[in-house]
């Protein structure tokens, strides 16, 4: 018999979604022209001389980097939502660096307390890392866009997400006035997944964050807004994010970060400030994004495929109104791979996500192979 038993975290995660779709990559990679690949979400072009330029010119920095971040970031953050997104009003106390998003969304339910038996709400169609989350702190994660639906019990924590990944959907002011009242109620704690807010699509529908004064007034009591500058600067391989919104919150989140190690290097700090401060070069990325956009969702569409939401991100969520597995293969047979829908839940069923992320060549290559009809 063992002498120790120990709760297996890995036997309680989901299965990596993307190792199912190594057949249809096989068969993509296949084509004579080499493979297209629009399953993931991995920036593809350079990163801005400005930014590069930052992280070489504090290379040197031997010292230990400070988990709550450098003066010179936590300010860069503070006017960067501000001037980008209208969220006035911001201490520097109610910010914090973190090592990446993914890893922030997957320990914020633990770090925050949540506990085994207690409820996080994730959306009907999620990021998979929102369940990680929820498991990793021994939670039960329902998935629910409907407050209603959530009936008489009270969660934990609930996530929300726009734009949204996988499809692109963006949550009004309504809406997310809505959500924050109900947690106000209930004393729930709301983390709002912003890592697209600078990528809306719609000029009459921009995205909004939970911390808009038209959401939430001046109050950002029980309010988490999670931000990357992995898609509008390039920087996935930076693992460069932050958390801004209840300052008791984030001093929480502080406390045991720190404990923790877990910090975001000098060099990457003093990048992000460089990131924050140029709006430029997140301009110039954005249409980069416009005009794959608009090319690959005319040749889907002229393909036969329907594009449902996609108004923010970098994703078409698109369908021909069949199981999203057959949609998998049959554009594996012209070499391009994208993401089942049902990598995201059940309500995925008859979608596919097609990445924005590849280059003008290999988006234009896939268009022309789409303008000859699926396999």
């Known amino acids: ?20 779709l190594s057949g249809a990559k096989q068969v993509a990679s296949a084509h004579p022209e080499g493979i297209v690949d629009l399953s993931v979400g991995t920036p593809v072009d350079e990163v801005a001389p400005s930014i590069q330029l930052a992280l070489a010119e504090n290379a040197s920095a031997p010292g230990y980097p400070q988990t709550v971040g450098t003066p010179e970031l936590r300010r860069a953050i503070v006017a960067a939502l501000d001037r980008r997104f209208g969220v006035a009003g911001v201490g520097e106390d109610a910010v914090l660096p973190v090592v990446g998003t993914k890893e922030a969304i997957a320990w914020l339910p633990f770090l925050l307390g949540v ?28 998935r ?18 726009s734009p949204a990944n996988p499809h692109g959907k963006v949550l009004g002011v309504d809406h997310l006035r809505k959500v924050v009242e109900y947690a106000r109620d209930r004393d729930v704690v709301v983390v709002s997944d912003e890592c697209y807010l600078g990528l809306g699509w719609s000029q009459e529908d921009a995205p909004v964050s939970i911390l ?25 391989s930076y693992r460069s994010g932050f958390l801004v919104g209840d ?24 990048a992000s400030v460089a990131a924050l401060d140029d709006d430029g070069q997140e301009t110039l990325q954005k249409e980069r994004y416009r005009k794959r956009r608009e ?19 970098l994703y078409l969520w ?58």
């Open 295 to 313: 090319l690959l969702s005319a040749a889907v569409e002229a393909a036969g495929l329907r594009i449902d939401d996609s108004d923010g991100g």
């Open 247 to 270: 300052r008791a919150l984030i001093g929480e989140l502080l406390s045991v970060r720190k404990n923790a190690g877990l910090m975001m290097p000098g060099p990457i700090q003093a």
């Open 1 to 20: 018999m063992p002498r120790h038993s120990r709760r297996t975290l890995s036997t309680e995660l989901p299965d990596f979604p993307w190792d199912s």
């Open 115 to 142: 506990t085994p038996g207690q409820t996080v709400v994730i959306p009907e169609l999620a990021y998979p890392t929102y369940e990680v989350g929820a498991r990793l702190a021994g939670a039960t994660a329902v």
């Open 212 to 236: 808009d004064p038209r959401v939430c007034g001046d109050d950002h009591t029980n309010l988490i807004a999670v931000h990357s500058l992995s898609k509008t600067s390039n920087l996935a």
């Open 318 to 375: 698109a369908t021909e109104g069949r199981p999203c597995r057959e949609t998998v293969d049959r554009l594996a047979r012209i070499g391009i791979l994208v993401a089942p829908g049902d990598f995201y839940g059940p309500a995925g069923a008859e979608h596919v996500r097609i990445g924005l992320t590849a280059t003008d060549a290999q988006v234009v290559a896939a268009a022309r192979r789409l303008a000859g009809g699926l396999g």
């Open 144 to 161: 629910s866009d409907s407050l209603l639906k959530l009936g008489p019990e009270t969660p934990s924590l609930i996530f929300i997400n």
